[in-house]
Structures are given as structure tokens and as C-alpha cells.
């Protein structure tokens, strides 16, 4: 059962890690993105290509992946995205399940509609069993990985001046825009980081979630998940939520099969019910 | 002992660490003509927000012709008769003044719910609409969208709807903020030819106004009852000029 | 207080002919008609196009989409083949759906809401493959069986009947929304999205108002799905998937939210366009919606609606003038 806890906690985290994008996108930019999925995407087929038709080292690929979607993000947010931040949620949703189609159809024509996968190093491939819980050597990466880069956000986020603009964005976009703060670049920045975290999961976590090209809808209702009950002001909420979704989706598909998805789907609409601001938001928060 | 329109008991209210409102306890007598008066800041709006439901008090008693309306939802106190005016116009800005009208009345009469017969053929309720929108010098413009009209216009629109609405108890928070001194006078007008049965408490900053029209004061300091009486007996207070004194005045 | 109508009722306000059937609206409906008669063979085309309509004035949940066609599929085959009777159990099975998940919705922010749909239609999904021996599952409920529309007409291949039968609930549903926006408590709700404070300082009860109208728009949008279940004589799971909710957020994106002939309209030129692209490059249609979504969503729909809102006042304009041309030659 520790083993099934275990590979829970690794799989909310690699949620954590895509979803975090999605989370300062809509606190910050109060935009719902629901092509979130697609720049995690990018990142698995980038990391894909490379280890298998190039030979590039596993480990090498993820930090690639990153700059590779952050470099869309880069691009798209100034083009298109920033078009739209004034609009009504549903035309927001309707454009980025548009940019969602594409991207499907787009990396179906490329690559095929079959499973892609990564060519994960030996020593990520192996077992070992600690005080009688087995765990796998690929999920602990994951593990390790995510939580150096939870910490490293949050001590952005908390100790840098970037961080101080953000938050200051955040909170009041007018008002940091009369303190002198360049919210156009924040918001940028912002978005290509946060898509190029998206881009890392993806590449960092093909092999737990399976890449192929309709990826961006099956996973964008977990992403969703975490963001509504985990709130957008804090890292610590979508954290716990990713958290608390990793291990119950595991523990579910383990133990009751049948009524795995069903199940999360209930807690999150009695979550909402009894706090529609999400389980950690700060009272007022978006 | 006849029964108060509109009585509060021990009301408070607090955002956070911030008290807005602190054990008011006010009594709006039958057909009083009653003003709120203070300075910026001191809670006036929250306490009309109170009274109408849009907030919650967190301690307190608010009574409506001696029932208990506290834990009653806004739109009930309504229904009852309990009707202000918002400081900053709260209008239909998709709608046009007849339609709006049309509706409010529509409402009154219990038919809001009538989901056969159009808007537009309750003879009733479109008769009255327009003849309230004539005495309120809105005819010419009864077609027009809201979003296109000018302030002044949009702020006699606040006004009628509240006339429109029947009130017994009427709440009117600065009723000619903003106006200009030309258009004022339709509201002053309407003010005066109230029904001596509806109870109304003014917020207002024009003193003019205020001594023109009200019999009571009550003097709101942040958040508390400061001094209240007659007219006359608040004109007189050296204590309220000091506290009014501690702002630049505006006209 | 009911006193002599004032002298200026004489110059009457616009508002009381806000209810006249405008002249555009004969235009559609005798075109909806027309397609039946001119391109008999597309009748399963005008179907497909109507019962969308239809959805999308429901404002397209997928949940009750899915429910009303199988409940209208499952009461056909295992209770009665009568197609009116078995419309009215969709119906009401759907508007019961939308009733006891209004609460669910009545709270939280736009991403709230979005997610409690999204969740609740994933539920049914999730519950309707659970109990595949009753639904059929993903390849979907056999043996339906439809009787004769009002014991005369029989559904047959060719869907004349049942582009008929469709047009005309989609017609007569129609017109009821049409009387319910006029209505008091039709402007009610728009009063409630336009300034929802000033909605309840007139005494409008806002959570009871939205309530009631998430039952009538789950109570049509069940509506559509029995006639999709009753028209194909088929219901399978993926009348309950997201791309039918997708596809109506198309339509109104096209047609425009809050306009009723927005949704017909949308209605039409998506499917038009989906046929087209899908003809074009089967496999990769998927790219050229998802391109024209957002093409679409980025001009902003205003600006696609002003061209049809023109049309529309210039086939007013023309009634009016010979309107006035028949008064004056009398």
C-alpha cells in the first residue's frame, strides 16, 4: 500500500509541476487556458524525438524541453494571448480549446496518433525495495526533481524582485503598473516559464502519463482539478491538491477499478460545493 | 407605543481587523424624515448595506416594522417595502429607462415571475412606467439605452426606480451626488412629495439639503453613533461642527 | 393606481412593438421549411442542423444532451415506442437533472462553475460506461425501435420525417423561448446578468430565477437528444462526450450569446462547415475547426455579427416601408 502511496505522490507532483503554469496563468492573467496540456505536450514529443532518433541523454532533454515550450509560450503570449485577457472567460476557453484542436491534429499529422516514448536511461529503469516498500527508480527522480523546483518557485516567488512583481501583478495589476512595473514583461515571462514548467512535466513525466496526441483533453480536466480546488494565490494549494489527486487517482484505478475517474470527479464537486473559492485560496482571491 | 418603521439593535460589523460599523442601535420613526450625516469614510454606506441585506452583520438586530428581518435574504426586504437608492448608480445599463421601469413595477405587482405574457403588454405596469418617467422629465428619452444617457438623467432613473418600487421604509444614499445644481431640483421636488406614511432616512453631505429637509439627525463617526437629535439641537452641537471641521468641506 | 392613459401614449414608445415578429424571423423559418422540400435527400443534414439548434438555445450541457437521448432511447425500447410520449419522459428526466444540479452551479467563479459541468457531465459518462448492459456502452444501445410519430407517420431511412418532426419541436420550442424572453421574468434574467445588485434591490429572488431557467434550458437540451436518439433510432456514449458541448460553444461563438437566431444560425454554419472540412481532409478536420475557432474568437464575434444584424435591419427597414407604403395608399 506504501507502494501505491508512493507512486501517488510521484504522479501529483509531475501534475504539480504542469499545472503550476496554469495556475499563476489564471491568477495572474485571469485567463483560462485550457491549451495548458498542449505546451506539456510539446515538451514529451521534444524529449521524445530527441532521445529516440538522436540519442540525446534522458537528463539532457528536460531542461531542452523547457526552453522549448517556453519558447512558444514566448511566442504565442504577446501574438495571441494578450489579444484576449480583457475577454469573457467562455470566449478564453473557446480559443484555447481551438489552439487545442490544432495542436492534436497537428501532432498527429507529424507524428501518428500511437503512444510516443522516451528513452529513459538504465539506471532510472531499476527497482529497489527500502524497509519493505518497492519503489521505482524513474518515480523517485520524479520526485526529487519536482520537489528542487517546487522550493526553487517558492523561493522565487518569496526572496527575488521578480517575485515581489509578481505578486504584485497578482494582486493588482493597475496598481504595480503605476509603481513602474513592466507588467507586459512580467506577464510574458510569467507565461513562458510557466509553459516551459509545463513543457519539462511533460518531457520529465512521458513515461508515468503516456504521450500521444490527444494528451492535452484527457489531462486538462486533472490540471483543471488542481487549479479549482487548489486556488490560484498560493503554491502551496495547487501543491496539496496535486498531491491529494495523485494519490487518489492511483489508489482509485488500484483498488476500485471500475468507478476509478468517478470518484474524483464527485470529491471535486462536493469540494467546490462547500468552497467554491477552492480548498486553499485566501478569502477574496480569484 | 407605536411601532418604528426601521430599528437596529446593537448592529457591528467588521472586515478583518476593521470595525465599519460598531453597535449602532438607530430608530427611524413612522414618516420620519430622518438624516444620516458624518463624515467621509465613517460607515454611512456600509450601515444603508446592512439594512438591506447586501452584507451580513456580525452582531446585531435589525427590525422592519417590528419583524426581525436580520437573517432575511435582500431581495425579501424588498418585497416588504424596505427600498434605498445606491450612491453610485446601480441601473440596467443594457435596458431602456421603460423597459427598466416596466419591469420594476411589473415586479411590485408579483407578476415578475410570468413567463407567457411579454413585458410589454401589462398595460398596467407600461402605463404607470411612463407616467412616472413624465414626472420625472424622462419621456422624451424613455427609448433610449441607459448606457447612452447622460449622468443626470441616469441618476433621476435611480430615483424613479426607487419611487416606482412603492417603499415604506426608503433609504436614499446621496441622492444628488454628482448632479448638477440645474437637475437637481427634479429630485429635490420628488424628496418633498413623498407620502407622509413612507419613513425615509437621507444620506447626504449637502447641508442645504439636509436642514431643508429632515426633522432628525443621527452623526455617524467611524463606524458608531456620535450625537443624535433634532435639527435643530444638531445644528447647535459645537461637537458635530469639530468633527466636521477635521475635512476640507465641499460645496 | 389605474388612471386615464396619459395624452403622451398617443406618440407611442418603441417598447410596445418590441414583441412584433420581425420580418427576418418569416425569412428563416420559411427556409427552414424550404430545405426540406428543395434538398430532400440532405434531410438528415437539416436534422443534424436543427436538433444542434435546438441544443444550443439550451446553451449546450452536454449532461443533459446525453440524458434525454437516452432516456428517450431507453423508453422506447423498454417501455413504449410512442415518440411524443417518450419526448416528454426526456424532457422531464433532463429538466429533473438540471433542477437537482442547479445549486451546484448557482456558486463560485466562472472556473468553478466550468469544472462542476464538466464534472458532472464525466460522471455521467463515467456512469453510463459503468452500466454498459443497460446503455449500450461505447458502441452504443441496439434495438431501438421508433412507433410512428402521432400513430401516421413512420420514421423511415431517407429522415424526412424525422427532419419534419425535429423542425417542428425545434419550432415550437422556439417560439416559447421567444415569449419567455419578452416576458417579465425574461427580463428578469437579463436584469440579473446585467446588474445582479440592482436585480435584488427590486425584489428579484436571483438563485430561484437561475434555477428555474438551468431546468428549462436542461429540460431542452434534453429535449435535443431524444430527438437525436428518436430521428437515428441510436444512443451511445458519445452523446455524453465533451465534443458536444465543444461543438455548441462553436455555435455560439458564430451565432452570439443571447441572440435566439444566433444559436439557429451558428446551428447551420457549423455543421456547413464541419461537413466541408471534414470532406476536405478527413483525418485532420479537427485542425481546420480548431483554426477557425480561434480566428473566430480573436475578430470577436461582434464584429462577424455586425453583417447579419445589418441584413436584418435592412429586411425590417423594407417591411416598415411597405408597411407605411399599404397605410398611406388607403
Known sequence: MLTILFDGIAYGMLLFLIASGLAVTLGLMNFINLAHGAFAMAGGYLAAVLSNRMGVPFVLTLPLAFLFAAAIGAILEPTLYRRLYRRPHLDQVLFSIGLVFMAIAATTYFFGATQQFVKLPDYLRTRFEVAGIGIGSYRLFIIVICAILTVALQLILTKTRFGSRLRAAVDDPRVAAGLGINVNVVFLSTFAFGSGLAGLGGALGAELLGLDPSFPLKYMIYFLVVVAVGGTTTITGPLFASLLLGIADVAGKYYVPKLGAFIIYCVMIIVLLVRPQGLFARAGGR | MT??????????????????????????????????????????????????????????????????????????????????????????????????????????????????????????????????????????????????????????????????????????????????????????????????????????????????????????????????GTTNEIARNPEVKAVYLGEASHA | MATAPPASRISTTRFLRSTRIRSYEIVV???????????????????????????????????????????????????????????????????????????????????????????????????????????????????????????????????????????????????????????????????????????????????????????????????????????????????????????????????????????????????????????LSPEYWQFWLGLVLVIVVLVGHERLARPWHRLADWFERRAEASRAGVEASR
Not at chain 3, 40 to 46: G, K
Open chain 2, 3 to 228: 411601532l418604528a418603521a426601521l430599528r437596529t439593535h446593537g448592529l457591528c460589523k467588521q472586515f478583518g481587523g476593521i470595525t465599519a460599523t460598531q453597535d449602532v442601535s438607530i430608530t427611524i420613526a413612522r414618516g420620519a424624515r430622518h438624516a444620516l450625516i458624518g463624515p467621509n469614510g465613517a460607515g454611512k454606506t456600509t450601515l444603508v448595506n446592512l439594512l438591506t441585506g447586501v452584507l451580513q452583520p456580525s452582531a446585531g438586530r435589525i427590525e422592519l416594522e417590528g419583524e426581525d428581518i436580520t437573517g432575511m435574504p435582500a431581495h425579501q426586504r424588498v418585497r416588504r417595502g424596505l427600498v434605498r437608492t445606491f450612491q453610485i448608480n446601480q441601473l440596467f445599463a443594457a435596458f431602456t429607462p421603460i423597459e427598466t421601469m416596466s419591469l420594476v413595477i411589473a415586479q411590485r405587482e408579483g407578476q415578475g415571475a410570468d413567463c407567457f405574457r411579454a413585458l410589454c403588454r401589462h398595460a398596467g405596469a407600461v402605463d404607470e412606467a411612463i407616467a412616472l418617467l413624465e414626472r420625472f422629465h424622462l419621456a422624451a428619452d424613455m427609448d433610449v439605452r441607459t448606457s447612452m444617457l447622460p449622468y443626470g438623467k441616469r441618476r433621476l432613473l435611480e430615483i424613479a426606480i426607487a419611487v416606482a418600487s412603492r417603499p415604506r421604509v426608503l433609504l436614499l444614499d446621496e441622492p444628488v451626488a454628482g448632479v448638477p445644481v440645474g437637475e437637481s431640483k427634479e429630485i429635490l421636488d420628488t424628496l418633498s412629495a413623498l407620502p407622509s406614511d413612507v419613513s425615509v432616512l437621507l444620506i447626504e453631505h449637502d447641508m442645504d439639503l439636509v436642514f431643508r429637509f429632515a426633522t432628525r439627525m443621527s452623526v455617524l463617526v467611524n463606524g458608531a453613533l456620535f450625537v443624535e
Open chain 3, 29 to 279: 423559418w420559411a427556409l427552414a421549411v424550404a430545405a426540406l422540400v428543395v434538398f430532400p435527400a440532405h434531410a438528415p443534414l437539416w436534422n443534424e442542423i436543427a436538433i444542434l439548434a435546438l441544443f444550443a438555445v439550451s446553451l449546450g450541457h452536454a449532461a443533459f444532451f446525453g440524458t434525454g437521448c437516452y432516456a428517450a432511447a431507453l423508453f422506447a425500447k423498454h417501455v413504449m415506442p410512442d415518440p411524443l410520449v417518450g419526448l416528454a419522459v426526456a424532457a422531464i428526466a433532463a429538466g429533473l437533472l438540471g433542477l437537482i444540479t442547479s445549486p451546484l452551479v448557482l456558486r463560485g467563479s466562472d472556473l468553478t462553475r466550468l469544472m462542476v459541468t464538466l464534472g458532472v457531465a464525466l460522471i455521467l459518462f463515467e456512469l453510463a460506461n459503468r452500466y454498459s448492459e443497460i446503455t449500450g456502452g461505447a458502441d452504443g444501445l441496439q434495438g431501438v425501435v421508433m412507433g410512428p410519430l402521432l400513430g401516421l407517420f413512420k420514421f423511415g431511412l431517407d429522415g424526412r420525417v424525422g427532419y419534419s418532426y425535429s423542425l417542428i419541436v425545434l419550432f415550437l420550442l422556439f417560439v416559447l423561448a421567444r415569449r419567455i424572453v419578452n416576458s417579465p421574468f425574461g427580463y428578469g434574467l437579463r436584469a440579473i446578468r446585467d446588474n445582479r445588485l440592482r436585480a435584488t434591490a427590486i425584489g428579484i429572488n436571483a438563485n430561484a430565477r437561475l434555477a428555474a431557467v438551468y431546468t428549462l434550458a436542461g429540460a431542452y437540451g434534453g429535449v435535443a437528444g431524444a430527438l437525436l436518439a428518436q430521428t437515428t433510432a441510436f444512443a451511445s456514449l458519445d452523446v455524453l462526450d465533451f465534443h458536444r458541448s465543444a461543438d455548441v460553444m462553436l455555435v455560439l461563438v458564430v451565432g452570439g450569446i443571447g441572440y435566439l437566431y444566433g444559436g439557429l444560425l451558428g446551428a447551420v454554419v457549423f455543421t456547413v462547415l464541419r461537413d466541408q472540412l471534414s470532406a
